[in-house]
T-cell receptor, first 115, second 111 residues
Framework: EAGVAQSPRYKIIEKRQSVAFWCNPISGHATLYWYQQILGQGPKLLIQFQNNGVVDDSQLPKDRFSAERLKGVDSTLKIQPAKLEDSAVYLC?????????????FGPGTRLTVL | GNSVTQMEGPVTLSEEAFLTINCTYTATGYPSLFWYVQYPGEGLQLLLKATKADDKGSNKGFEATYRKETTSFHLEKGSVQVSDSAVYFCALRGGNTPLVFGKGTRLSVIA
């Protein structure tokens, strides 16, 4: 079974530029998550989708971050404009139904460096 | 809100030593508890989980027991190997709240 796919794996941009990340979840998984992991910390949820609807985006900095999951499968996360403090690994995860005990499967992540 | 506190690293052990990584949590209700592991160069993967009090999760020789009375979910392994070198994250999820992670504990096992 194929895992969660993410691209690109690495991205370096200047501050104030824009960047987009792509995620393809495990086939059949209704729930998709985007996390931000800053060096030395655990991942922090940015947004959760159930199919193509947003369940939780309370920690998403909406002035600069946006995400969509069209057709309930692939998802993109965009940052515009980027700031230095956005340097982090962006992780995508998926799970079957989003329940409390549901296992989340993580992709390899995209390491973003903002100069 | 929900939170997880796990022991600071790095932890360095010799091969075949006993491992304990402490994890305590704060949450309302009855959260589910998880240990995730990140091997060098790889993504996060679930190591084990427990969804109710007194449950024991186990995988690859690792174990953790959900202790509601002490709000703990300590990770243990009787004999570590070099291949266990990784970063270990304790996490919890309660109801409709997000999965909340600890800061991670880096384990290095030397031969």
């Amino acid at each position: 079974e194929a895992g969660v796919a993410q691209s690109p794996r690495y991205k370096i941009i200047e501050k104030r530029q824009s960047v987009a990340f792509w995620c393809n979840p495990i086939s059949g998984h209704a729930t998709l998550y985007w996390y931000q992991q800053i060096l030395g910390q655990g991942p922090k949820l940015l947004i959760q989708f159930q199919n193509n609807g947003v369940v939780d985006d309370s920690q998403l900095p909406k002035d600069r971050f946006s995400a969509e999951r069209l057709k309930g499968v692939d998802s993109t996360l965009k940052i515009q404009p980027a700031k230095l403090e956005d340097s982090a690994v962006y992780l995508c995860a998926s799970s079957l139904d989003g329940g409390q005990g549901d296992t989340q499967y993580f992709g390899p992540g995209t390491r973003l460096t903002v100069l | 809100g929900n939170s997880v506190t796990q022991m600071e690293g790095p932890v360095t052990l010799s091969e075949e030593a006993f491992l304990t990584i402490n994890c305590t949590y704060t949450a309302t209700g009855y959260p589910s508890l998880f240990w995730y592991v990140q091997y060098p160069g790889e993504g996060l993967q679930l190591l084990l989980k427990a969804t109710k009090a007194d449950d024991k999760g186990s995988n690859k020789g690792f174990e953790a027991t959900y202790r509601k009375e002490t709000t703990s979910f300590h990770l243990e392994k009787g004999s570590v190997q070099v291949s266990d070198s990784a970063v270990y994250f304790c996490a919890l999820r309660g109801g409709n709240t997000p999965l909340v992670f600890g800061k991670g504990t880096r384990l290095s096992v030397i031969a």
